[in-house]
């Protein structure tokens, strides 16, 4: 959410990114089209330090070298080649052949967010479990890591609508970012709706771990 605002409110925009040192990496096609989905990118960075910093652990100097790794891994994933990376990539195939398959443009924007979503899941989940250089609970039963697996990834979906529904409706709430800087209340919504957003994964991380 801090992100979300400091985006909107500080007036960023593309031509600012793009003027400093990420514009190899914050252009092209997925950037104008996907750019709310940086706040995922950065909230699931927020994650894998929050793991490293603030959980106990008897290995914790090991995490010197495990959470820079893990980061670099999401990112790349992430941003590689450019912004979007395998991820957005991998969203924008699957559903654009549904969709040229026959299938209703609704539902395979879905089904491209939902593919994206286990990618997306499986680099955060995996950058934590690196971090920890294991499990945070090993005697959890498997159904129930399974659950509360699913449940992440579910959340992680909903997330992806909610960050990318405005503009897929052709609703402006964020105007015409990330061409031009946000209004005020186009930089409310959108840290309202990152809120939103977010709220049901870092519920259940709470609750879970």
Same mark, same amino acid.
């Given at each position: 959410?801090?992100?979300?605002?400091?985006?909107?409110? !500080?007036g960023?925009?593309r031509?600012?990114?793009?003027?400093?040192?990420?514009?190899?990496?914050?252009?092209?096609?997925?950037?104008?089209?996907?750019?709310?989905?940086?706040?995922?990118?950065?909230?699931?960075?927020?994650?894998?330090?929050?793991? +490293?910093?603030?959980? *106990?652990?008897?290995?914790?100097? +090991?995490?010197?070298?495990t959470?820079p790794?893990?980061?670099?891994?999401?990112?790349?994933?992430?941003?590689? *080649?450019?912004?979007g990376?395998?991820?957005?990539?991998?969203?924008?195939?699957?559903?654009?052949?549904m969709?040229?398959?026959?299938?209703?443009?609704?539902?395979?924007?879905?089904?491209?967010? +939902?593919?994206? &979503?286990?990618?997306?899941?499986?680099?955060l !989940?995996?950058g934590?479990?690196?971090?920890?250089?294991?499990f +945070?609970?090993?005697?959890?039963?498997?159904?129930?890591?399974?659950?509360?697996?699913?449940?992440?990834?579910?959340?992680?979906?909903?997330? #992806?609508?909610?960050?990318?529904?405005p #503009?897929?409706?052709?609703?402006?709430?964020?105007?015409d970012w *990330?061409?031009?800087?946000?209004? *005020?209340r186009?930089? &409310?919504?959108?840290?309202?709706?990152s809120?939103i &957003?977010? &709220?049901?994964?870092?519920?259940?991380?709470?609750?879970?771990?």
């Open positions: 959410m801090i992100a979300a605002a400091a985006l909107g409110f !500080g960023i925009s031509f600012e990114i793009q003027a400093g040192s990420f514009a190899p990496i914050l252009h092209g096609f997925f950037f104008n089209t996907f750019a709310p989905l940086m706040i995922l990118v950065i909230y699931a960075v927020a994650r894998i330090v929050a793991v +490293a910093l603030l959980e *106990p652990s008897d290995l914790a100097l +090991a995490r010197f070298v959470a790794l893990a980061v670099a891994a999401l990112l790349v994933a992430a941003l590689y *080649p450019t912004f990376g395998i991820i957005a990539r991998s969203a924008f195939f699957s559903g654009g052949m969709f040229i398959e026959g299938m209703m443009l609704g539902a395979a924007w879905l089904i491209g967010i +939902a593919f994206a &979503a286990i990618i997306f899941g499986f680099v !989940g995996a934590v479990i690196f971090v920890r250089l294991g +945070a609970e090993p005697g959890r039963p498997p159904r129930t890591r399974l659950a509360t697996g699913l449940m992440r990834y579910v959340a992680l979906v909903f997330a #992806g609508l909610i960050l990318l529904l #503009g897929q409706t052709g609703i402006s709430l964020y105007g *990330p061409v031009w800087p946000m209004q *005020p186009e930089a &409310a919504a959108l840290t309202a709706f809120l &957003a977010l &709220a049901p994964h870092a519920m259940i991380v709470r609750c879970h771990g």
